[in-house]
């Protein structure tokens, strides 16, 4: 006779959850200071989707991205997720994301395993292979490290399998590639094909070129 729950199936590093979501905005103005950083910008993202924020710096890129996350207050306008406005529906919306920013976020004096345990209690409904995912990235070797230790490209490749193992539709990626050679771009560029490929969404503020197979919405912010 069997008691308790049954083990979760694990998905390997390259199989994708089937997802289906939608991300839009309506007359959204935003100002800081005495500046206006954009004024009643509308976007509609399906899944399997890429927003590609472009501009100079400084030109509110970074605040898109943290208003889209209800971060920044907004002067006008609304941000839906899936048709349902995100100030009524903030804890389902904020448990469908993952930001990776341009700073890290991780912990220099915990090792690689204890910041993503972190992420593990906080998603427990992931069903991503751990194992497969570090290999994936290339750091199975550093999980007993402290993150301090690490170069800048190790801990964003960790910073990297925090957001795979999120297991969310709606990844927001603040200058993924910072701190990355060209192999690890081109990790980037497919692992996010990938999530796309299953329905997720992605919105991602960039300056390199970015070369991804899959529906592109571009806002160019001045």
Same mark, same amino acid.
């Given at each position: 006779?069997?008691?308790?729950?049954?083990?979760?199936r694990?998905?390997s590093?390259?199989?994708?959850?089937?997802?289906?979501?939608?991300?839009?905005?309506?007359?959204?103005t935003?100002?800081?200071?005495?500046?206006?950083?954009?004024?009643?910008?509308?976007?509609?993202?399906?899944?399997?989707g !890429?927003?590609l924020l472009?501009? #100079?710096?400084?030109?509110?890129?970074?605040?898109?991205?943290? @208003?889209? &996350?209800? /971060? *920044?207050?907004?002067?006008?306008?609304e941000?839906?997720?899936?048709?349902?406005?995100?100030?009524?529906?903030?804890?389902?919306?904020?448990?469908?994301?993952?930001?990776?920013?341009?700073?890290?976020?991780?912990?220099?004096?915990?090792?690689?395993?204890e910041?993503?345990?972190?992420?593990?209690?906080?998603?427990?409904?992931?069903?991503?292979?751990?194992?497969?995912?570090?290999?994936?990235?290339?750091?199975?070797? !550093?999980?007993?490290?402290?993150? #301090?230790?690490?170069?800048?490209?190790?801990?964003?490749?960790? @910073?990297? &399998?925090? /957001? *795979?193992?999120?297991?969310?539709?709606?990844?927001?990626?603040?200058?993924?590639?910072?701190?990355?050679?060209r192999?690890?771009?081109?990790?980037?560029?497919?692992?996010?094909?990938?999530?796309?490929?299953?329905?997720?969404?992605?919105?991602m503020?960039?300056?390199?070129?970015?070369?991804?197979?899959?529906?592109?919405?571009?806002?160019?912010?001045?």
């Amino acid at each position: 006779m069997f008691y308790g729950f049954p083990p979760k199936r694990r998905r390997s590093a390259t199989e994708c959850k089937v997802l289906t979501a939608k991300l839009s905005a309506d007359n959204l103005t935003l100002i800081r200071g005495e500046r206006c950083l954009f004024e009643g910008l509308d976007f509609a993202l399906e899944g399997g989707g !890429l927003l590609l924020l472009e501009g #100079r710096n400084g030109c509110g890129k970074t605040s898109l991205m943290r @208003a889209i &996350a209800g /971060m *920044l207050t907004l002067e006008t306008g609304e941000i839906y997720w899936n048709d349902v406005p995100v100030l009524k529906q903030r804890q389902t919306f904020h448990g469908d994301l993952v930001w990776l920013a341009h700073r890290t976020g991780l912990k220099g004096d915990l090792n690689m395993l204890e910041n993503l345990h972190f992420e593990e209690c906080l998603r427990p409904q992931s069903t991503r292979d751990p194992e497969e995912t570090y290999l994936r990235l290339g750091i199975e070797r !550093l999980r007993r490290l402290p993150l #301090r230790s690490l170069s800048a490209g190790q801990q964003r490749r960790v @910073a990297l &399998a925090r /957001m *795979l193992l999120a297991d969310v539709p709606l990844w927001l990626m603040d200058e993924p590639f910072t701190n990355l050679d060209r192999e690890g771009r081109d990790l980037v560029m497919e692992l996010v094909e990938e999530h796309l490929g299953g329905g997720g969404l992605c919105v991602m503020a960039a300056h390199q070129d970015v070369n991804i197979d899959a529906p592109v919405t571009k806002i160019r912010l001045q």
